[in-house]
């Protein structure tokens, strides 16, 4: 008896890069006051308070703002940020560097883990 030989193949993240905007006309973040400035801008205020709230700012390497992804939201105690997405959003979109936020419904001013 001959056995078949079968090829495994690997499922991989397709990437493509399609700009449709001029970059010097987004915003440029150099500080974390003017990346405050753009996430309040894209928050849902209305639960910011009800809702922990996971988002990504995406930069080119100039720190313009490639776009902002809202990755998850949780309850009042957390959500979750799976790095899987969070690094295919990155390639995806061609960014050099990430801002990571999140809120904290409960008021509590401490890190998260």
Same mark, same amino acid.
């Given at each position: 008896?001959?056995?078949?030989?079968?090829?495994?193949?690997?499922?991989?993240?397709?990437?493509?890069?399609?700009?449709?905007?001029?970059?010097?006309?987004?915003?440029?973040?150099?500080?974390? /006051? $003017?990346?405050? /400035?753009?996430?309040?801008?894209?928050?849902?205020?209305? /639960?910011?308070?009800?809702?922990?709230?996971?988002?990504?700012?995406?930069?080119?390497?100039?720190? /313009?703002?490639?776009?902002?992804? $809202?990755?998850?939201?949780?309850?009042?105690?957390?959500?979750?940020? $799976?790095?899987?997405?969070?690094?295919?959003?990155?390639?995806?979109?061609?960014?050099?560097?990430?801002?990571?936020?999140?809120?904290?419904?409960?008021?509590?001013?401490?890190?998260?883990?």
């Amino acid at each position: 008896m001959v056995q078949e030989q079968t090829s495994l193949r690997v499922a991989e993240v397709e990437v493509s890069y399609k700009s449709n905007y001029n970059i010097t006309e987004r915003p440029k973040i150099n500080s974390s /006051r $003017d990346a405050y /400035r753009i996430l309040i801008q894209h928050w849902h205020l209305e /639960r910011i308070e009800l809702l922990e709230e996971f988002k990504v700012i995406l930069l080119n390497t100039c720190n /313009r703002v490639l776009g902002i992804v $809202d990755i998850s939201v949780g309850g009042v105690q957390g959500t979750l940020a $799976d790095p899987k997405i969070i690094f295919s959003v990155a390639l995806k979109t061609n960014s050099s560097k990430l801002i990571l936020a999140h809120n904290h419904p409960s008021g509590n001013l401490n890190s998260s883990d």
